[in-house]
C-alpha cells in the first residue's frame, strides 16, 4: 500500500484575489476605491490580494503607480490579508528592482511572472528567477506560468532546480491544464503550493494537489467560491461539486473577451464605478455586457 500523497502548506491562503485596478473618470488609478474594494474583497472570503498584476493591468501602470496601489491596498487591509505586488517583467533588472520596492513597502509577497515576448529558453528562466529571488531573500515568492499570455512556458523540471530558494514558495499554474499540478508536485514535492490560475479549474485542480485559486471571479462570487474549497476540503464532494457547476457559466462570461475587460464590466453592474480599462484594452460591448448581467442574475438565484 502506498503512503498518502503530502499535502503543500497554503503560505497565502486558499482564496487570492487577483485584484483590478480602479480607474477613475479621467483615467488615473483610483486609490481610495482601490482601497475600499480591497476591502470588500478580504470581507467577501479572499485571503490574500495581488496589485497590479494582469488582472490590475500592470503593463499600463507605471511603477510609482503600482507602488502606490500597493501601499494603498496594505493600509486597507493591514493584517486581515497577504498582499502580493506583481513586480514580474520580461527584463530581470527591472523584475528585480520592483521585486526589492515591494518587499520595502510592505507586500507580503511578490508574484513574478514567466517572461513574454523575448521567449527566454528554460536556463534564462532559471537564471531570472534566481536573481529575482536572491535580490529580496526574505519576500515570499508566487512564479506565474501563463503560457497563452507570455509565448513561453516554464517546465516543471525548471521550477524544481529553484527549490533551493527558501523564498520561492508558490506557484500560479495557467496552462489550462491539470497535468501542469501532477508534474510539478512530481517534480518539486509537497515544499511547493501551488495555486490555480483559472476558476474553472480550481476544484479539478485542488483534486490533484493545488491549495487554492488565484482568482478574477472572487470579485463578485468570492463567498461561493470561498464555500466551495471549504466544502472540498472538509470532503463534502457532492457540495463542491455542485457549486463549481453553478458557476462555470460565470466563469466562462468572465473570460469571454481579454481579461480585465470583464470583470470590471461586472463590478460596474454591481455598483463598482472601477472605470474603463486603459488602452490597448477596451470596455466591453453593450451585447456582452448583456450577457454578462442575465449570467450574474441567473447565479444570484441559484
Known sequence: MTSPAALSPTPFGRVVTAMVTPFDASGAVDLPLAGRLARHLVDQGSDGLVVSGTTGESPTLSWQEQLQL??????????DAQVLAGTGSNCTAEAVEATREAAAAGADGALVVVPYYNKPPQDGLAAHFRA???????????????PGRTGCSMAPETVAQLMDCPNIVSFKAASGTTEEVTALRMACGSKLAIYSGDDGLTLPMMSVGAVG???VASHVVGLQIRAMIDAYLQGDAAVALALHEQMQPLFKALFATT???PVKAALQLNGWPVGAPRLPLTPLSDEMTSTLAQTMAALRQT
Open 70 to 79: 500597493l501601499q494603498a491596498v496594505r493600509e486597507a487591509v493591514g493584517a
Open 132 to 146: 529575482i529571488a536572491e535580490a529580496a531573500p526574505e519576500l515570499p515568492l508566487m512564479l506565474y506560468n501563463i
Open 213 to 215: 485559486v488565484v482568482s
Open 259 to 261: 481579461n480585465p475587460i
